[in-house]
């Protein structure tokens, strides 16, 4: 059977006991996992000293999970049993190490997937992936301030009335990004300005691509205008949105996290809680601004076209 290892890292500013009680405790876990912010109403049973949990939900399905071996405040191992939506066994693991002030933190995971199928390695290796990292960043927060700032709330189906734009295309690696899209949307903020363009205040990002097997994406930042100008240049380009049915997810909290409603969206596309509408990219709206607003103020809502 295909075999899949994952191991992914992440400094937290906390000391190692502090961030090791959080790990080795499943109570703490419905705060932090990657899984579990994604669906209210999940069935947990925590056993009363937290070393073995059960859940069961519609889109995070069905499995159980117990600690095995721990080493206090070092190293963590565990037996994660997934029943549904296809039985299958990993071997779990976190290692909890000082580093300067804070702690490095990494968490393991060795696996195999159902011969059946083989296909799907690579694309379950970069999934879990970037779960693994969406919940050592929750965990973070967790450790660091003692709450998680990422807030979900589904908003379900409705209908997006369509704008106009102007955008410019931007394409990088998806952990490049952060620093791609802030120059991006400064050379667009900066032409708006200077040309004063009649804007209807919305800024967003349309994304054509995103590739988790190759770590690529492709993207237009954009803002809404009621007309485009005539002179744009340096990349700067005229498009709109159509109206359309969508499915969305509001998120208040750092950009950081953002890969939770989007991760949401997904899980409920594949559980065929709607059906994409392709022929529309997915979209991110910003309905504040960073420049006043504090960090774990922020709000976005992600959009996905329906049929």
Not at 53 to 79: A, F, H, P
Not at 107 to 122: A, E, G
Not at 139 to 151: F, I, R
Not at 229 to 253: C, M, R
Request: glycine share 8%.
């Amino acid at each position: 059977m295909p075999k899949i290892n994952i191991s992914k890292s992440l400094h937290i500013n906390a000391k190692p006991a502090d961030v090791f009680s959080k790990i080795n405790d499943y109570h703490h876990w419905e705060t932090w996992s990657p899984w579990l912010i994604m669906e209210e109403g999940v069935k947990l049973d925590i056993q009363p000293d937290g070393k073995a949990y059960s859940w069961v939900g519609k889109r995070t399905g069905e499995g159980k999970m117990k600690v095995t071996n721990e080493k206090q405040d070092e190293s963590l191992e565990m037996d994660l049993n997934f029943i549904k939506p296809f039985k299958s066994f990993a071997k779990v693991g976190f290692t909890v190490k000082p580093d300067g002030e804070g702690t490095n933190v990494t968490w393991t995971m060795d696996s195999s997937l159902p011969f059946f199928l083989f296909f799907m390695k690579k694309m379950m290796v970069a999934g879990v992936g970037m779960d693994y990292e969406r919940g050592l960043k929750m965990l973070k927060d967790l450790a660091e301030d003692g709450e998680v700032h990422s807030k979900l709330e589904e908003k379900g189906a409705s209908t997006y009335p369509g704008c106009k734009y102007v955008g410019v295309k931007g394409a990088c690696s998806i952990k490049g990004m952060k620093n791609d899209m802030q120059s991006k949307m400064g050379q667009l903020m900066a032409f708006s300005e200077e040309n004063k363009m009649n804007t209807t205040g919305q800024v967003f990002t349309i994304y054509h691509k995103w590739d988790m097997i190759t770590g690529q994406v492709e993207y237009t930042s954009a803002v809404a205008v009621s007309e485009a100008p005539a002179n744009l240049s340096g990349g700067l380009f005229a498009g709109s949105i159509p109206e359309t049915k969508v499915q969305s997810v509001k998120h208040t909290g750092t950009y950081d996290h953002l890969g939770n409603p989007w991760s949401m969206l997904y899980m409920m596309q594949r559980g065929k809680e709607f059906k994409i509408d392709k022929k529309v990219d997915p979209f991110e709206v910003y309905v504040n601004s960073p420049q006043d607003t504090a960090p774990n103020d922020l709000i976005t809502e992600v959009y996905f076209p329906v049929k």
